[in-house]
């Protein structure tokens, strides 16, 4: 007895380990590095760790070489393409904003309001009738019970009702 069991806790684990070790094999090609740094647009790190394009092709790597030498010799075109190769946005499209915030509002709006219908369907389907306990005659009937066993009679119920003149104190 002891000893299947043991088997087959020992026969499970195996098992498991040598899929482990397959999906693991099978997904270090497809993995990111992220011990590498990465290009990030943040207005609060204006100097991302590396340039937004990585692979230059011929005609960026001549305007690299021809920006080293004097800037005041390149056109504004060429000074946009050689900002474009270093970032991805400019300050002015990071500071656009964007209308997501409608999408966010409008979707937690729909699911209040789902939430709602199901609010309404327990009211209809779920829950019973209004407990007696909850009708004016019995809280009255309730109410001067707690005033005869003197509930919290020092700041509480009790000490706010006059038992002389029989009346709430005004
Ligand atoms: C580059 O900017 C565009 C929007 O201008 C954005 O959609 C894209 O995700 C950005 N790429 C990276 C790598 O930040």
Not at 7 to 29: D, E, N, P, Y
Not at 74 to 95: G, H, Q
Not at 104 to 132: D, K, N, S
Not at 137 to 152: C, F, G, P, S, Y
């Amino acid at each position: 007895m002891l000893a299947s069991l043991a088997f087959s806790l020992l026969g499970k684990r195996a098992i498991s380990t040598s899929v482990f070790v397959r999906a693991h094999g099978c997904g270090i090609a497809k993995m990111e590095d992220f011990s590498l740094p990465a290009y990030n647009d943040r207005r609060g790190v204006p100097l991302p760790e590396i340039e937004f394009t990585t692979s230059l092709s011929l005609e960026q790597k001549s305007l690299k070489e021809k920006g080293k030498a004097s800037r005041t010799a390149l056109s504004s075109a060429e000074k946009v393409a050689l900002y474009r190769i270093k970032f991805n946005e400019t300050f002015a499209e990071m500071n656009k904003g964007s209308s997501e915030w409608k999408t966010v509002f409008g979707g937690a709006l729909f699911f209040i309001g789902l939430a709602a219908f199901v609010v309404i369907w327990q009211r209809m389907y779920v829950f019973g009738p209004i407990p007696h306990t909850f009708t004016d005659e019995w809280k009255a009937m309730q109410t001067k019970r707690m005033l005869d066993m003197r509930v919290n009679p020092v700041q509480g119920f009790s000490d706010k009702w006059d038992y002389n003149k029989n009346e709430w104190k005004k």
